[in-house]
């Protein structure tokens, strides 16, 4: 069988509405006596011939899983740093919270343990990570899970600390609402 086709045959039965993103070490478990350059190969053909999209760099989504539209930044977020503690935070949760007056569309900001920066996801938008010492036990109270993005999500105190430590721009924010 070829390797194209192996490929799709095996996204088709693996992929779901929850697992439709997918890291090249992924790939690499699938097709283990494959070389680097020659995955890469696969993997520039599959996106070629529309059998897998790539978000950015190292990470694809596979079109037909039926994935939840409109979450694929939060969910491509969650698999880049899924080694690292990190919580949706700053503008992207204080707009989730009602408290800023512009809806960033297309952007999603994330506090990491891991290093800041910012990852371009072509036609769904960019991530940007920015690096935080914060540890979970320290900030738990101040967070929640949500289900939906896959992500922990700051609570509106402690996106608006993160606000004033990043040093961004509070003229939209609007802290005239309880807290």
């Given at each position: 069988m070829q390797t194209?086709?192996?490929?799709?045959?095996?996204?088709?039965?693996?992929?779901g509405r929850e697992h439709y993103l997918f890291s090249v070490s992924d790939f690499y478990s699938l097709f283990p006596e494959m070389s680097s350059p020659a995955l890469r190969v696969l993997l520039g053909?599959?996106?070629?011939?529309?059998?897998?999209?790539?978000?950015?760099?190292?990470?694809?989504?596979?079109?037909?899983?039926?994935?939840?539209?409109?979450?694929?930044?939060?969910?491509?977020?969650?698999?880049?740093r899924?080694?690292?503690?990190c919580y949706?935070?700053?503008?992207?949760?204080?707009?989730?919270?009602?408290?800023?007056?512009?809806?960033?569309?297309?952007?999603?900001?994330?506090?990491?343990?891991?290093?800041?920066g910012i990852i371009s996801c072509g036609k769904w938008g960019s991530i940007e990570f920015i690096h935080t010492k914060k540890h979970f036990?320290?900030?738990?109270?101040?967070?929640?899970?949500?289900?939906r993005y896959g992500l922990w999500r700051a609570k509106a105190k402690l996106a608006l600390q993160d606000m004033k430590s990043a040093r961004r721009s509070m003229e939209l924010v609007n802290l005239e609402t309880d807290l």
């Open positions: 194209i086709k192996l490929l799709g045959n095996t996204l088709e039965t693996l992929a053909r599959a996106v070629k011939s529309g059998i897998l999209a790539r978000i950015c760099y190292g990470l694809y989504l596979y079109p037909k899983a039926g994935y939840p539209k409109g979450l694929e930044l939060y969910h491509a977020a969650s698999r880049l899924e080694e690292s503690f949706l935070s700053l503008e992207s949760a204080l707009s989730d919270e009602g408290l800023i007056s512009q809806i960033p569309l297309g952007w999603i900001t994330i506090m990491t343990g891991g290093r800041s036990d320290d900030i738990s109270a101040l967070l929640v899970y949500d289900r």
